[in-house]
């Protein structure tokens, strides 16, 4: 299957590219590979409540990992990357995570980095003021639920196809944890593998990225500081055959962290790593437990 044309989402005003799928190249698996976070694109109706800075949009951004998978099709797995930017809506969110300081009429709990980031990783302030409800819908009609759907639909499908589904949600982590982090100034593992405790994946699956990373030669702390977020937990659901687990890749492994540029040399090797993993995954034959039956409707 080759690839799908992108999802396009905008007004007469400007067009923007929401996000991408491309379908298997060679015989299809059941492994999907999504990256949420990569995007850069900012709207209009963004920008005039926008006070984050530039170089935040970029540092907060999981910058180049969409290049990392880009031979996933070629393994057989389909290929999800999202354009737009966490600071436009995030997408590995629930779409009720958000408070008062963020959306009129959210919850009173604090949240300053939930579906609408409020704040940067810095704790500078990254909205002018709490967005009005119609802006979030419009927000979450566009690029949230639109993306969420077409992931769902993967799944599924792979489900009904294979009997079970693999999701890998491909993330970068800053090398270091940075202010506002609750491991500041630490230095962290080359892979995070993210499975919210061994329980968002069978073991095969978990000990399959571990074996990948560490014969490449890769540190490796599961769920240290990222346990999954909302795709790990709300698709992984071993019981009704979808496996799914995040990976943190150290941005020191392929990208200058000052700069923001790529390392050609280092970011090669990474993508070989990306490469050999996802044809690793693609082989996987995950084990149910017992009494599980595929789901005909996965979580929202």
């Known amino acids: 299957m080759g690839a799908v044309a992108p999802i396009v989402r905008g007004c007469a ?54 290049e990392l998978f880009q031979d996933a099709p070629s393994q057989g797995a389909a290929l999800l990357v999202a354009h737009m930017s966490r600071y436009v809506v995030d997408l590995n969110r629930a779409d009720l995570d958000y ?42 009609e566009l690029y949230y639920r639109p993306y969420h759907a077409a992931l769902r639909r993967l799944l599924e499908a792979r489900v009904t196809t294979f009997g079970y589904a693999i999701l890998l949600c491909a993330h970068s982590m800053p090398s270091r944890g940075r202010d506002g982090h609750q491991d500041t100034g630490r230095e962290r593992a080359d892979v995070v593998p993210g499975s919210r405790g061994r329980t968002s994946a069978a073991a095969s699956v978990i000990d399959t990225v571990d074996r990948a990373a560490r014969e490449a030669g890769f540190s490796i702390a ?75 409707e996965l979580g929202s």
């Open 99 to 140: 408070d008062a300081l963020a959306v009129e009429g959210g919850s009173a709990r604090v949240s300053p980095h939930g579906l609408i980031w409020r704040t940067t990783t810095e704790g500078r302030s990254a909205l002018a003021g709490p967005l009005p409800r119609v802006e979030l819908e419009r927000r979450l």
């Open 222 to 296: 599961h769920d240290q500081p990222y346990r999954g977020g909302f795709s790990t937990g709300n698709y992984g659901r071993p019981d009704h055959s979808v496996h799914a687990i995040q990976i943190e890749l150290s941005r020191r492994l392929y990208m200058n962290e000052l700069t923001l540029e790529r390392k050609p040399r280092e970011f090669e090797k990474l993508r070989a790593f990306c490469r050999e993993l996802v044809g690793r995954l693609a082989q996987v034959r995950p084990r149910s437990s017992a009494g599980s039956q595929p789901r005909s």
């Open 13 to 66: 005003r400007r067009i923007i590219v929401a996000f991408t799928l491309r379908e298997p190249e060679a015989s299809a698996t059941p492994l999907v590979v999504e990256v949420p976070h990569a995007g850069l694109a900012v709207d209009a109706n963004v920008l005039s409540t926008l006070l984050a800075p530039a170089n935040a949009l970029g540092r907060d951004a999981d910058l180049f990992v969409d």
